[in-house]
């Protein structure tokens, strides 16, 4: 990947100085006005505010010393950060570059804009992946390796006991996070190498070491023991991975029944502290679904539906899920005059079925409406409905308005849930 020249112009067009205390806290002033920007959304704003600041403090600064250093590292970060949520990849990998030139070793401490941030992003946006992304997880994991070595002071919670203090767990996720994505190039763009399985492995165990209440660890076990044909071992780390974070939500739905929840943790702190991202529960949805674990693949993508019912991936997911819920329970069906244990089957049967179509349907409008590009997926949705409609006959769901409304209103699982999704 070549290299990007960042957009930190010295704003005095030469190798001028600055004076010193004026222009530290002018750039500190707009550092913290380039935050609060992002935070309430307004990223054009904060863009121009974090590159007015590098502009002042890309040049010797009179006095400016450490803390000149440190400001204009945040400020870079900043940028690379803010251009990744643009979209403008070439620019985010240019500004975390500067930021690597800055602290090529990550020894600045976190708050001072150092740490191993900069090398993860780089090895998430590099362009040839492979060994360059292993490199730049490599430098990353140093420096949290370095970080977690180093401890944390201890401090007193509430009960006298003692937690770990200075963001030591943050960085404990962190590391195995990192680790994680090492084993994800291995597993795609390395997968060739003698030695993939074994750094595969040797990551996994550390990952799962470090940070054994973290799901992402396990999910990515999963994945390994899905390529090593290992189905068993694979089904058992997805349960307990989803094991660490499914109670967040049940909290949730305690608390809207008006019933009282455990005091610890409470829903929102095991949320932000355990629960998996968008993306990473809808690889989740996938893998539940390669192991035979439908069920519980519907349920999470019913759930990331309530977060966000825009997402074509988590509809097209959900409608395969009950797809295969509904094609397993088909099999099951023995010949001759159903029973009523058999006719019940056969109604939760075919409202899956019914349910899958809709769903279906909904990821392909979806596709049209947001220009979707994936077209295998497109195929696939396009396929397994024209495979419902030989079973269901075409347009008895979603074409017929009595029909749709009596299936949403019978009690069935699927509407019922993803009905409760949307009010959370």
């Known amino acids: 990947m070549g290299k990007h020249s960042a957009r930190g112009a010295r704003e005095d067009g030469g190798g001028g100085t600055r004076g010193g205390g004026a222009g530290v806290a002018t750039a500190s002033g707009l550092i913290t006005l380039s935050t609060s920007l992002v935070s309430r959304g307004e990223i054009e704003g904060a863009e121009r505010a974090a590159t007015k600041a590098v502009r002042i403090l890309d040049v010797p600064i009179v006095g400016g010393g450490v803390e000149a250093q440190t400001l204009l590292l945040t ?49 998430q946006l590099s362009e040839e992946g492979g060994r360059e992304s292993v490199g730049w997880y490599e430098k990353g994991v140093e420096v ?12 007193m919670d509430d ?18 996070s990192a680790l994680c994505g090492i084993i994800e190039v291995y597993m795609t763009d390395l997968s060739w190498e003698d030695d993939a399985e074994q750094v595969c492995e040797r990551c996994i165990t550390e990952a799962l070491i470090v940070a054994p209440s973290v799901p992402e660890p396990l999910q990515t076990l999963a994945s390994i023991r899905i ?16 094991a660490l974070w499914k109670n967040a939500f049940e909290d949730d739905d305690d608390e809207e029944d008006g019933q009282t929840s455990s005091p610890t943790p ?40 309530g977060e966000d019912d825009h997402s074509v991936e988590a509809w097209y997911l ?49 596709y049209d409406i947001l220009e979707y590009e994936d077209d295998r997926l497109k195929e696939h949705a396009s396929e397994l409905i024209e495979e419902l409609d030989k079973i269901l006959g075409e347009g008895e769901d979603g074409d017929k308005d009595d029909e749709g409304d009596e299936w949403e209103s019978d009690g069935s699982n699927e509407a019922d849930e993803d009905d409760d999704m949307k009010d959370v």
């Open 75 to 123: 400020a870079v970060n900043l940028l690379g950060e803010i251009c990744v949520g643009k979209g403008d990849i070439t620019a985010a990998v240019g500004w975390f570059e500067k930021a690597v030139a800055l602290d090529p070793d990550g020894e600045i401490p976190e708050i001072g804009g150092g740490g191993a941030e900069k090398f993860l992003w780089l090895a």
């Open 144 to 155: 949290l390796r370095r970080g977690i070595g180093g401890g944390g002071e201890m401090e």
């Open 159 to 176: 009960d006298g006991g003692s937690r770990e203090a200075g963001g030591l767990q943050e960085k404990r996720k962190k590391l195995a």
């Open 227 to 242: 390529s090593q044909g290992r189905l068993d071992e694979a089904r058992k780390a997805l349960r307990d991975s989803m």
């Open 266 to 305: 409470t829903a929102e702190e095991s949320k932000g502290a355990i629960v998996p991202d968008f993306p990473t529960r809808i690889s989740l949805a996938r893998l539940l679904m390669e192991v035979g674990l439908a069920e519980d693949a519907v349920e999470v993508v019913e759930r990331l539906v």
């Open 318 to 366: 959900g409608g395969w899920g009950l797809y295969l819920l509904g094609t397993t329970e088909s099999e099951k069906g023995a010949p001759g005059v159903p029973n009523g244990h058999d006719r019940v089957e056969q109604e939760k049967q075919r409202k899956a079925q019914m349910s899958s179509r809709e769903w279906l349907r909904q990821s392909l409008k979806l």
